[in-house]
């Protein structure tokens, strides 16, 4: 018989050991962590306070870039302080925090580039119909929509997977809380909750990678009709830019929550959620919204005016 754990607390394991190349990886994850939350929370303010990018694909790009703001925040900070400091320890509370917010922010966001594949269908292949078929309206309802069902799905799982009962020492072999490592220390059958975890993964990866699909393959389809050398050229470099964000995200995901059982493993795991909870955030402010040349535009108004008020 398993010995209980007589503490609630949970033992994070980590991403990275204390030798000379793990160090250069943390120093590593630290600036690309800061790069991620500066270029998003760049682009949040720019889309914000530019009334020129008072649009429903910029404030749909601004909630993309919320989105990825809070993640690095729900994520970085703590793995940082606990390779630091060595005290790795983070409470069932904690833990259910970090569990609801990663896929409150992560379902949130499957659906968000479901509606912005959806903008950017409607203003290729319908332009005169955009301010009908992507109201204000519409952009809001969509929003809200993406914040609620990412928010349903994380305090599901969140509520689910911390009422079992965990066994042994509560080691987590992981960088932070996710439902699929805490669900290996359950002592009880998890397979109900394994099997209502599939679906949901289901719902909220393949529905809106469908949609995107869909979306892009009417935009390629439009495209390859112009008439235009310089515009086609212009559409496939937009939307190939789109869709290998779209492809890294729903992939890395999809390959954490639903591969079989058997094929899991812990190193694995930590491996691809970093990639999509560090890596991918910093390339959304980069292929969204960086190349676009009114972006750009209100950027270097910006600091023309930033400077300006220097000077005075």
């Known amino acids: 018989m398993e010995n209980w754990n007589t503490t609630s607390d949970f033992i994070l394991l980590g991403l990275l050991n204390h030798t000379g190349a793990h160090q250069f990886l943390f120093v590593l994850?630290?600036?690309?962590?800061f790069t991620s939350f500066v270029g998003n929370a760049l682009m949040f303010l720019l889309i914000l306070l530019d009334s020129g990018l008072h649009r429903p694909m910029y404030f749909?790009?601004?909630?993309?870039?919320?989105?990825?703001?809070?993640?690095?925040?729900?994520?970085?900070?703590?793995?940082?302080?606990?390779y630091l400091t060595g005290r790795m320890f983070i409470s069932q509370v904690g833990c259910g925090f970090q569990i609801f917010f990663f896929l409150t922010l992560e379902g949130g966001e499957c659906f968000l580039l479901a509606a912005m594949s959806y903008d950017r269908y409607v203003?290729?292949?319908?332009?005169?119909?955009?301010?009908?078929?992507?109201?204000?309206q519409l952009c809001l309802r969509m929003t809200l929509g993406s914040w609620f069902l990412g928010a349903a799905d994380g305090l599901m799982q969140a509520a689910a997977t911390l009422n079992f009962s965990f066994c042994r020492t509560h080691e987590i072999d992981h960088f932070f809380c996710e439902a699929p490592s805490l669900v290996r220390l359950a002592c009880a059958d998890t397979s109900v909750f394994e099997y209502a975890m599939y679906v949901c993964c289901v719902l909220m990866l393949l529905v809106p990678i469908s949609l995107i699909l869909i979306s892009y393959s009417l935009i390629l389809a439009a495209v390859l009709q112009m008439c235009s050398n310089e515009a086609r050229k212009k559409a496939f470099t937009t939307c190939s830019s789109h869709i290998s964000v779209v492809g890294l995200?729903?992939?890395?995901?999809?390959?954490?929550?639903?591969?079989p059982k058997s094929f899991r493993s812990a190193n694995h795991d930590k491996i691809v959620s970093a990639f999509y909870t560090i890596f991918t955030p910093v390339l959304n402010p980069l292929?969204?919204?960086?190349?676009?040349?009114?972006?750009?535009?209100?950027?270097?108004?910006?600091?023309?005016?930033?400077a300006a008020l220097s000077h005075d």
């Open 249 to 259: 995200f729903f992939g890395a995901a999809i390959f954490t929550y639903m591969r």
């Open 29 to 33: 994850v630290l600036i690309t962590a």
């Open 287 to 306: 292929i969204y919204s960086l190349r676009n040349s009114e972006v750009k535009g209100a950027l270097r108004k910006c600091m023309d005016q930033c």
């Open 123 to 136: 203003a290729i292949c319908h332009p005169l119909r955009y301010p009908v078929l992507m109201s204000w």
């Open 60 to 82: 749909l790009l601004s909630q993309l870039s919320l989105m990825d703001m809070i993640l690095v925040i729900t994520i970085v900070p703590k793995m940082a302080a606990d």
